[in-house]
Protein backbone atom coordinates (compact mmCIF):
# COMPACT_ATOMS: atom_id res chain seq x y z
CA UNK A 1 0.00 0.00 0.00
CA UNK A 2 1.43 3.49 -0.54
CA UNK A 3 1.95 6.41 1.65
CA UNK A 4 0.33 9.05 1.21
CA UNK A 5 2.53 12.22 1.13
CA UNK A 6 2.30 14.93 4.03
CA UNK A 7 0.23 17.55 3.14
CA UNK A 8 1.55 20.91 4.42
CA UNK A 9 0.59 24.72 4.65
CA UNK A 10 3.33 27.17 4.78
CA UNK A 11 1.82 31.08 5.13
CA UNK A 12 4.42 33.35 4.58
CA UNK A 13 3.83 37.30 3.19
CA UNK A 14 7.36 36.88 1.64
CA UNK A 15 7.30 35.39 -1.46
CA UNK A 16 10.85 34.33 -1.23
CA UNK A 17 10.94 32.55 2.17
CA UNK A 18 7.44 30.67 0.70
CA UNK A 19 9.18 30.25 -1.92
CA UNK A 20 12.35 28.63 -0.49
CA UNK A 21 10.43 26.86 1.55
CA UNK A 22 8.11 25.28 -0.39
CA UNK A 23 11.16 23.97 -2.35
CA UNK A 24 12.37 22.61 0.28
CA UNK A 25 9.09 20.51 1.13
CA UNK A 26 8.63 19.55 -2.44
CA UNK A 27 11.75 18.15 -2.92
CA UNK A 28 11.17 16.14 0.06
CA UNK A 29 8.25 14.47 -1.77
CA UNK A 30 5.72 16.21 -0.02
CA UNK A 31 2.54 17.84 -0.70
CA UNK A 32 2.58 21.96 -0.13
CA UNK A 33 -0.20 24.54 0.08
CA UNK A 34 0.90 28.28 0.13
CA UNK A 35 -1.29 31.28 1.88
CA UNK A 36 0.45 34.72 1.48
CA UNK A 37 -1.95 36.18 4.52
CA UNK A 38 -3.36 35.29 7.55
CA UNK A 39 -6.73 35.87 5.72
CA UNK A 40 -5.97 32.92 3.04
CA UNK A 41 -4.17 31.00 5.51
CA UNK A 42 -7.64 30.98 7.43
CA UNK A 43 -9.80 30.02 4.15
CA UNK A 44 -7.66 27.43 3.21
CA UNK A 45 -7.27 25.06 6.43
CA UNK A 46 -10.90 25.60 6.30
CA UNK A 47 -11.09 23.71 3.28
CA UNK A 48 -8.21 21.09 3.60
CA UNK A 49 -6.62 19.22 6.41
CA UNK A 50 -3.29 19.89 7.05
CA UNK A 51 -0.56 17.07 8.97
CA UNK A 52 1.72 20.45 10.15
CA UNK A 53 1.11 24.53 9.60
CA UNK A 54 4.26 26.94 9.37
CA UNK A 55 2.87 30.04 9.94
CA UNK A 56 5.24 33.25 9.81
CA UNK A 57 4.95 35.52 12.63
CA UNK A 58 5.05 38.51 10.81
CA UNK A 59 2.53 40.20 8.45
CA UNK A 60 0.71 42.55 7.39
CA UNK A 61 -3.23 43.08 8.54
CA UNK A 62 -3.22 39.54 10.65
CA UNK A 63 0.10 38.10 11.51
CA UNK A 64 0.95 34.93 12.68
CA UNK A 65 -0.04 34.94 16.47
CA UNK A 66 -3.52 36.48 15.48
CA UNK A 67 -4.00 33.80 12.85
CA UNK A 68 -3.13 30.86 15.06
CA UNK A 69 -5.36 32.19 17.74
CA UNK A 70 -8.25 31.97 15.21
CA UNK A 71 -7.65 28.57 13.89
CA UNK A 72 -7.27 26.62 17.76
CA UNK A 73 -10.46 28.82 18.34
CA UNK A 74 -12.45 27.34 15.74
CA UNK A 75 -14.08 24.11 15.17
CA UNK A 76 -12.19 23.49 11.65
CA UNK A 77 -10.32 20.34 10.81
CA UNK A 78 -7.10 21.41 11.83
CA UNK A 79 -7.89 23.14 14.75
CA UNK A 80 -5.35 20.89 17.21
CA UNK A 81 -2.58 20.76 13.77
CA UNK A 82 0.45 21.44 15.26
CA UNK A 83 1.93 24.83 13.84
CA UNK A 84 5.57 26.05 13.78
CA UNK A 85 6.10 29.68 13.68
CA UNK A 86 8.79 30.99 11.18
CA UNK A 87 10.90 33.77 12.75
CA UNK A 88 13.94 35.12 12.95
CA UNK A 89 13.81 36.86 15.69
CA UNK A 90 14.95 35.17 18.65
CA UNK A 91 13.67 37.66 21.15
CA UNK A 92 12.61 35.19 24.51
CA UNK A 93 9.37 37.41 24.54
CA UNK A 94 8.27 36.87 20.86
CA UNK A 95 8.88 32.94 21.35
CA UNK A 96 6.90 33.13 24.25
CA UNK A 97 3.92 35.05 22.76
CA UNK A 98 4.22 32.49 19.92
CA UNK A 99 3.76 29.12 22.58
CA UNK A 100 1.29 30.89 24.31
CA UNK A 101 -1.19 32.04 21.16
CA UNK A 102 -1.05 27.90 20.67
CA UNK A 103 2.04 27.18 18.17
CA UNK A 104 3.53 24.61 18.95
CA UNK A 105 7.24 25.10 18.28
CA UNK A 106 9.65 27.49 16.79
CA UNK A 107 12.25 27.14 13.43
CA UNK A 108 14.49 30.51 13.24
CA UNK A 109 15.33 31.53 9.73
CA UNK A 110 16.91 31.20 7.94
CA UNK A 111 15.36 27.76 7.37
CA UNK A 112 17.87 24.99 6.30
CA UNK A 113 17.40 21.55 5.26
CA UNK A 114 18.77 19.87 8.04
CA UNK A 115 16.90 21.91 10.80
CA UNK A 116 13.67 21.24 8.28
CA UNK A 117 13.87 17.60 8.41
CA UNK A 118 14.41 17.24 11.96
CA UNK A 119 11.31 19.83 12.41
CA UNK A 120 9.16 17.06 10.57
CA UNK A 121 10.24 14.07 12.01
CA UNK A 122 9.68 15.31 15.54
CA UNK A 123 6.11 16.46 14.79
CA UNK A 124 4.84 14.15 12.27
CA UNK A 125 5.30 10.80 13.44
CA UNK A 126 4.24 9.02 10.12
CA UNK A 127 7.76 10.11 8.48
CA UNK A 128 11.02 8.25 8.63
CA UNK A 129 13.25 11.50 7.61
CA UNK A 130 16.72 11.44 8.87
CA UNK A 131 17.80 14.82 9.31
CA UNK A 132 20.87 15.82 7.23
CA UNK A 133 24.52 17.10 8.27
CA UNK A 134 24.73 20.36 7.44
CA UNK A 135 27.22 21.60 5.38
CA UNK A 136 30.53 23.32 7.42
CA UNK A 137 30.01 26.73 7.25
CA UNK A 138 32.88 28.69 6.33
CA UNK A 139 34.69 30.24 9.11
CA UNK A 140 33.36 34.06 9.87
CA UNK A 141 36.23 36.73 9.95
CA UNK A 142 35.48 40.18 11.85
CA UNK A 143 33.30 42.74 10.39
CA UNK A 144 35.38 46.24 9.70
CA UNK A 145 35.87 48.91 7.13
CA UNK A 146 39.33 46.90 6.11
CA UNK A 147 37.27 43.42 5.86
CA UNK A 148 33.87 44.24 5.16
CA UNK A 149 30.93 41.47 4.89
CA UNK A 150 30.96 40.54 0.74
CA UNK A 151 28.01 41.76 -1.46
CA UNK A 152 27.40 38.28 -2.82
CA UNK A 153 28.83 35.03 -1.09
CA UNK A 154 28.13 32.35 -3.95
CA UNK A 155 29.03 29.41 -1.46
CA UNK A 156 26.62 30.91 0.71
CA UNK A 157 23.88 31.30 -1.81
CA UNK A 158 24.42 27.19 -2.91
CA UNK A 159 24.43 26.59 1.08
CA UNK A 160 21.26 28.47 1.57
CA UNK A 161 19.58 26.36 -1.27
CA UNK A 162 21.02 23.03 -0.17
CA UNK A 163 23.10 22.71 -2.46
CA UNK A 164 20.60 23.42 -5.45
CA UNK A 165 22.04 25.76 -7.96
CA UNK A 166 18.76 26.35 -9.56
CA UNK A 167 17.23 27.57 -6.35
CA UNK A 168 20.19 29.78 -5.49
CA UNK A 169 19.99 31.75 -8.82
CA UNK A 170 16.30 32.04 -8.61
CA UNK A 171 16.17 32.97 -5.25
CA UNK A 172 18.93 35.81 -5.72
CA UNK A 173 16.51 36.91 -9.09
CA UNK A 174 13.13 37.27 -6.85
CA UNK A 175 15.81 39.31 -4.31
CA UNK A 176 16.82 41.66 -7.57
CA UNK A 177 12.88 42.10 -8.65
CA UNK A 178 12.22 43.17 -4.89
CA UNK A 179 15.38 45.40 -4.09
CA UNK A 180 14.09 48.76 -6.46
CA UNK A 181 10.15 49.23 -4.30
CA UNK A 182 11.96 48.31 -1.07
CA UNK A 183 14.76 50.42 -1.34
CA UNK A 184 11.99 53.53 -2.32
CA UNK A 185 9.43 52.44 0.72
CA UNK A 186 12.37 52.58 3.05
CA UNK A 187 13.84 55.84 2.06
CA UNK A 188 10.19 57.43 2.08
CA UNK A 189 9.80 55.98 5.38
CA UNK A 190 12.74 57.07 6.75
CA UNK A 191 12.22 60.30 5.34
CA UNK A 192 8.87 61.01 7.50
CA UNK A 193 9.83 59.34 10.46
CA UNK A 194 7.61 55.97 10.06
CA UNK A 195 9.75 54.08 12.28
CA UNK A 196 7.30 51.20 12.15
CA UNK A 197 7.65 50.98 8.67
CA UNK A 198 11.19 51.63 8.43
CA UNK A 199 11.41 48.18 10.65
CA UNK A 200 8.73 46.64 8.20
CA UNK A 201 10.80 47.01 5.15
CA UNK A 202 14.74 46.38 7.03
CA UNK A 203 12.65 43.38 8.42
CA UNK A 204 11.57 42.27 4.71
CA UNK A 205 15.10 42.47 3.56
CA UNK A 206 16.49 40.67 6.49
CA UNK A 207 14.56 37.88 5.86
CA UNK A 208 15.17 38.11 2.28
CA UNK A 209 18.73 38.25 1.80
CA UNK A 210 19.04 35.80 4.22
CA UNK A 211 18.24 32.94 1.67
CA UNK A 212 20.18 34.36 -1.19
CA UNK A 213 23.78 34.51 -0.01
CA UNK A 214 23.71 38.55 0.31
CA UNK A 215 25.63 39.09 3.78
CA UNK A 216 26.41 42.45 3.84
CA UNK A 217 22.50 42.92 3.31
CA UNK A 218 21.62 40.89 5.54
CA UNK A 219 23.70 42.66 8.04
CA UNK A 220 22.95 46.19 7.41
CA UNK A 221 19.24 45.27 7.55
CA UNK A 222 19.60 43.56 10.75
CA UNK A 223 21.61 46.39 12.12
CA UNK A 224 18.33 49.05 11.63
CA UNK A 225 15.85 45.96 12.77
CA UNK A 226 17.98 45.68 15.68
CA UNK A 227 18.07 49.43 16.86
CA UNK A 228 14.59 49.87 16.20
CA UNK A 229 14.05 46.86 18.68
CA UNK A 230 16.18 48.69 21.37
CA UNK A 231 15.26 51.86 20.95
CA UNK A 232 18.45 53.39 20.16
CA UNK A 233 17.18 55.89 17.14
CA UNK A 234 19.75 58.29 17.59
CA UNK A 235 21.82 56.71 14.98
CA UNK A 236 19.38 55.16 12.60
CA UNK A 237 19.33 57.84 10.03
CA UNK A 238 23.32 56.93 9.23
CA UNK A 239 22.62 53.48 9.72
CA UNK A 240 19.73 53.20 7.06
CA UNK A 241 21.62 55.13 4.71
CA UNK A 242 24.23 52.63 5.05
CA UNK A 243 21.46 50.01 4.13
CA UNK A 244 20.45 51.73 1.26
CA UNK A 245 23.98 52.50 -0.10
CA UNK A 246 24.45 48.40 0.02
CA UNK A 247 21.35 47.71 -1.41
CA UNK A 248 22.50 50.49 -4.56
CA UNK A 249 25.75 48.55 -4.74
CA UNK A 250 23.79 45.29 -4.23
CA UNK A 251 21.57 45.91 -7.12
CA UNK A 252 24.50 46.73 -9.34
CA UNK A 253 26.35 43.55 -8.46
CA UNK A 254 23.70 41.16 -9.22
CA UNK A 255 22.56 43.31 -12.72
CA UNK A 256 26.25 43.05 -13.85
CA UNK A 257 28.16 40.80 -11.50
CA UNK A 258 31.38 41.17 -14.29
CA UNK A 259 32.00 44.83 -13.23
CA UNK A 260 30.21 45.47 -9.72
CA UNK A 261 32.48 45.59 -6.74
CA UNK A 262 32.20 42.23 -4.77
CA UNK A 263 32.75 44.40 -1.39
CA UNK A 264 30.74 46.90 -0.37
CA UNK A 265 32.09 50.81 -0.41
CA UNK A 266 30.67 52.93 2.26
CA UNK A 267 31.19 56.23 2.34
CA UNK A 268 31.83 58.38 5.71
CA UNK A 269 28.97 59.98 5.46
CA UNK A 270 26.12 58.39 2.94
CA UNK A 271 23.59 59.99 0.79
CA UNK A 272 19.54 59.08 1.40
Known sequence: MTKMALHLLIVDDHNINLELLKQFLLLLGLQVDCAQSGQQAIEKQ???KYDLIFMDLHMPMMDGL???RLIRQSN????????????????????EKALK????????????????????????????????????AAKKKPISETNPLPLIDPDLALQRAAGNQKLANEMQ??????LPEQRQALKVAIQQRHIQQVHFHAHKLHG????????????????????????????????VGMLLIV??????????????????HIPSHPKQ
Not at 105 to 111: E, F, G, L, Y
Open 173 to 178: AMLINM
Open 247 to 264: IDQLIAALKSPQTAPSQP
Open 208 to 239: ASNYCGTPALTHAANLVETQINARQLGKLDHQ
Open 101 to 136: AGMNDIMVKPVMMAKLQAMLKKWCASTDFEAKKPAP
Open 46 to 48: SAN
Open 66 to 68: QTT
Open 76 to 95: SINCKTPIIALTADVLASRL
